[in-house]
């Protein structure tokens, strides 16, 4: 019934005008977004049915959330109101070289981070569906969320669904050694993973060359299709982005772009949707570069999704024209 | 070495801009506030010394909170800065009749809700201090908070301070049992007591006439001064208030004010403040009548504390003259 | 498949900072609306599923109005996007007494004039709909809209939908005569109608009294349910609503509210919705004062939805208390 | 060749967002206002042919205020821009009931207060001119700019120009005593006079009833049309507006009118300019009504002068219909 | 009596803020440009008196753009007001590398699309003027458009103008080959042209070296001054320009300039005007440094036309000194 | 008491939305600064005790600014309120390459113009103080200002403070040859000088390579440490910052670091903060290194504070990791 279905958090991301900092502001822009849901928020917006799954406080503040998640284009069928709980909240300032941005992460004790098996209909979800997506930070959520997401992958795979997983580790949630072994159990059930050097390194202690290193995962876990994504950082406002896959023991590389960076937080994952994207309407390479091209246009616009059309990207798929259109 | 020392939580408050609700808010006003430093930052206002007693999270929220008491005049040095935890939070909107405001609160393990016996060096703090002052929200935060309350309100009478207690009951916390049970601890050290009829009804079964009822605090708990304070609401954006006090067997009474409301929140503790300052610099009388001003123009300023001056108090007392002053 | 489905035009509005006019604005805020989807949006607050049909430009201004569409939780799936069309749009300002807002309404040649009959496919969108809605606008937007109007209110009729019709005039579009001709067509197919003593008069020169006016509707055009609402505007600032119902040959009356008014438009809009919730959760009499609670709550509101839940309308019911709760 | 030339100064405005105080500002919107200007800019919106003449800093703050003069409809064509001059600023702020505004002015030294007499050719401004006005805070500003201004008044009157004044006075620049001497040598120069019961006790010590104050004028000034205004401040959200005249021994009234507060600045001059219009096209009678339409409308709408058209005042005086126009 | 007088439309243009998308956007911010309102308001802002001749709504909107145009210093006396008509938007948001601006055009049926030959009373505006400017987009508005276009040039040239054209080509408007049929019969009676590459080989086939392109103008047209400018655009959010110039059968150039790109809206028409200023005041090469620098600068300012000044334009001809001045 | 003490004047700065010119701004964001002030403000965010001693007006604009200074953690309680003085304010709007911003001082007259010997009671500020600080443009803003600024060194010096001098000049203020005399004055009671390139060449005339022109302020006025601050402008949005110093006859070089420019107001004074903190915690070369850090950092911020921690500063010195840290 969906071609994505996603289960994680929704925050909400409150940010001071940008180059102001957290402790001099009078106000903050709010944001909504999560890795999970950016994937498959910006699937969405290129015209893909995805569904979110989640639950969150049965407040306004959840209610802005819901009405966010429906606005991207993702059915909020399936999101679940909990009285009484607490919205997850990142505060983030934008910074400028050589400055480092803010996060403050206060998602402890979130209605998302309560969910656990046996919460949501899998059958009802899933049946139908040909991608079951999910990502590092939901198990490191809480101890119920890790073996939520382990019955999500396995419901996903035995209905048939494509799983898809974004090794994204998170420092405020939990140490290395912790996310490993929660990990292991999950990659097992894990088609298609999204991966980069930093994670591999510091959680799987993984240090081997690029073309090794995304053998690493197919052998240990089994996965199909392994995903190395590379961002170069040369100043806070400038950077650049490539990608390459493991798959069928063949490695497939992707064309390498450059862009200004106005908003960092979700490029990531607008990478993972966009080579989601390519991938189900061509193969591996077209998935690679329309990440890349969906992750540089992510790069250039405030937000946590990119607000974008199919017919942007495979404009900048033919090269970037930088020339006003009118 | 202060005229008051109050302790107590500081929330951030995170506001629509005026009549947005929350659920379709794009951006969110940061004030702070919290009813115990409302009290400390008005009285500085006046040109009182005060000091705020609180422990913070030891990152840019915490800082900012920091930075804003100061700038109230509030002597930020007995803050204690914890590193790891969380900042509370109200998200509020502002409403028009017959719509009521929404409160979020979001304060569950806050850093103030870990402060605990022994905390701080009450000695150094209080010595010479005149007026110590908290409320009834405090002992509500947690147990530790409770029995801090209760070393507070002890540690401030063995050196001579007045002690100064506004029975705030707020039921997102506790119930009325629960409340009643600590307040019964905590009233038995108090001097000066500011209540109203809701909270002596819902929380101690006070259903009385208002001069029987002030007395019923007297004789229970045996502070010196209980003053009762009357808000009226004919609508959301127009009110009155008005206050009166027992004191040494007699009652006296207040002149009541009328006003328009720009921002209701904090206004109870303006009226407080303002009691004390009228107190000290004059009588009961003074007290009841500055506490109604204060009050007054609170409501007519954006923020939860009052941005005024003694002359602008002392000229709303002589009677108000709304013709521009140019 | 839906519990209210409603054909018509959204537009965007962009307003000025409140009290600010248009001719000297910097800044306009971006609102979306429109009386046919106001209708169905507010359902969708309150919990019901509704759908909106309509055309919009196949460009990021049309795309911005679906995606607010989907935030009220509205079902977009039915609306179709034109390439170089162009999006409707109305210019308001805030007014206050004794002065009126401007209204400057471009909408000529919209996407949505471009509506119709064969359009859409109702069958599929209609079938198991309780409730088809439509308006006074429509029709009046061009000749091909009124004709598809005629065809949704005889399709609905046809799959046994109760249709529910809003007789808005307005000058802007075409003459009392005019509006007339089609709105005689349009009412026999018509189920629920409301109605007010300005548009009688004007268009239908109905002047009798209240009870007499309602029935006029019900022998002239069989309408099944004739509610006529009262707006009191005894300033910018302040007003009052009520209305009544002719069912049965009984008239039904409904409670007054009063309100401050913050944003005025949609308010009529939201007096529908409320009915018509009110209507199928309970009967006529609930239906108006439900639609009165709603349309009071809806001037408190910026934006032309309000942004409201059950228990907040139903707390109104049962009479405003106007204290903070926290 | 223009209707009105007025002689004066012009101010930034800055005030922060409504309701916050200049204290707790972090934002300022920059409005440009003066009496003398307000009273130009106004007739300039009803059509009529208008200068203002005065000294401006040679800087951007000089260039801005020039921009805003032109976009009033006002010509700017005689201004001066003065290098290493400064810009008179007022900062204030919006008070509700029942605190009232701030007003600090800065405009001490001000580039307009160097106007001397000899500065400006008024053979080529005034020839052709119908009204030549200023006010009583010119002659406040400086020495040399009360001489200018009798040589204004002079220079007009020699050429068949009709003189008008308002008898404005400001506590921040001079005594009362002081004004009156300037007054005194200032108004034997003048034909229409508007003045009010304040400072007509103040500064003349005029405390005479309505009637015999406007005579007082007549007869020791000479004026002959003395116009008296009077503002009724119920609250400072609320107003009523009424106005008077004597002309050739007779005594007219205008019809009072009610009105919200949104901005309160710059209103009587809304007045002048009103009572001027109508007086020009039409009679005294008129001119009270459409000043005090006028006056009203100024005061519904942010800034100092008044963003209205002629059909507008005309609705107004046709009786308030408060009803959207759509 | 005008140094320059231009034909042609001003436009509304809506932007969210930086980096928004309009998708996503709650708020534009309002900006009046078009191309030839641009050139007469650059001149006027240094020191030129000129006019702009166009129909716009007589409506606050129209109002609105009447307004900036006289803040631009550009006189607005020969604008014409049409009850009932609409005015032309443009929205667009800003990008950065590699995503493009969005631009949608919203101006078929404009008030100014109305002009028609005989509109106009040329005789009045044209005599005693200097320079008399269109641009390539004015015969797109609509067939009426271009005919008044040949005869304002017809009516310039006859009364001694020198007359100045911008071969803007807009694809929104029409297509290369219907655009040159209609410039062919302007160009005729063109003596100074504007051009570049783009321009040249999509509607007229030119695509030789720069040397050659320019002598095509001369040689099929007449034009006595050709102008080619060059933009490079090596990112969004940086850029270079150059120009040159043919006359007389020599080629002249330009210095190339460097520059950030904050809003690019406008910057060639600033180029033009620079141009023009700098060939009045000196000769055609200081007009082409000119212009360069007056384009460089109105990269760096939001809106479409430099808020700049003779002495800053000069000190950037001197070479940029980019210390801070205080 | 103090580790740092600073004399001298804070000034409102008023700037436009960043890239929006003064001329046409219609808000200004609010900023408080001035060189002494940001001195003691940024070594008070590093944890060190400071005091700003100076005159503010006695009104809401001074209460203002001593709500800002205490907020930045700097004491407020010598500050001296004058009845009836006047704010400084200088009005800055922000550029981009080749572009250069707007700064129009008005100081004039200000509160702390006012200053002179007598006003302050060095004794209670001053002993038990390690440094004070002042600069070169305290003397130029008045003759009793520059008197005041020598009778504050000499009595820091009588006390055993360290003097610490940075030698700015001003052109608005006064000439080089005016300022020279007074530095002359000054120099000899300093211990610790921060000077560049420009100010040496253009006051003193200096013009020696570095090494020798850091030895003549030491053998002409016997300064113990002369930094000398050199700043790179490749482009008004990308800058680089080295340091030097001489000691002891020994130069001590820092190492360069690269920036984007945010908001260029105040990094020269941060550098200075930085290399006191850096000398008191460590020696000269962490000085050079600190101060350059905390100037790169400052260059990213808005404002004229730099709003940083200790340990972001040391995550600098340690090489700039530009991820996100989550």
């Not at 505060?91 to 941005?101: E, I, L, M, N």
């Not at 198990?139 to 795979?157: K, Q």
């Amino acid at each position: 019934m969906y071609d994505l279905v996603s289960l994680g958090e929704i925050l909400l991301r409150l940010s001071p005008p940008r180059f102001q900092r957290l402790r001099q502001a009078s106000q903050f822009d709010i944001w909504t977004g999560g890795a999970q849901l950016n994937v498959a928020a910006n699937l969405a917006r290129l015209g893909k049915r995805t569904a979110f799954v989640s639950k969150l406080p049965d407040n306004e503040l959840g209610w802005l959330a819901r009405d966010r998640i429906a606005a991207y284009g993702v059915d909020p069928a399936h999101l679940q109101f909990v009285p009484g709980a607490r919205m997850g909240v990142v505060y983030v300032d934008f910074s400028a070289t050589p400055r480092v941005s803010t996060s403050i992460f206060d998602r402890q004790d979130s209605a998302a981070s309560t969910i656990q098996p046996g919460d949501f209909r899998w059958d009802e979800i899933l049946t139908g569906t040909r991608l079951a997506h999910t990502d590092g930070i939901v198990p490191g959520l809480s101890a119920s969320c890790a073996d939520a997401a382990l019955e999500f992958l396995r419901a996903a795979r035995a209905r048939g669904c494509t799983t898809t997983f974004d090794v994204n580790y998170r420092e405020h949630l939990w140490t290395p050694d912790r996310a490993r072994a929660r990990f292991v159990q999950l990659l097992e059930h894990v088609d298609i993973l999204a991966t980069n050097r930093n994670v591999s390194e510091q959680v799987f202690g993984f240090g081997d060359r690029d073309e090794d290193l995304v053998k690493r995962y197919r052998d240990e876990f089994g996965c199909k299709i392994v995903c190395l994504t590379h961002r170069e950082i040369p100043s806070v406002l400038h950077g650049a982005w490539n990608s390459m896959a493991l798959y069928d023991n063949k490695i497939i590389r992707g064309r390498r772009l450059e862009f200004d960076v106005i908003d960092r937080f979700g490029t990531g994952d607008a990478w993972f949707a966009g080579f989601l994207y390519g991938y189900l309407e061509g193969d591996i390479e077209h998935g690679l570069n329309f990440g890349n091209a969906l992750c540089a246009l992510a790069h250039t616009i405030e937000g946590d999704v990119v607000q974008t059309s199919i017919s942007e990207v495979q404009g900048l798929l033919r090269g970037a024209d930088l020339r006003i259109k009118r």
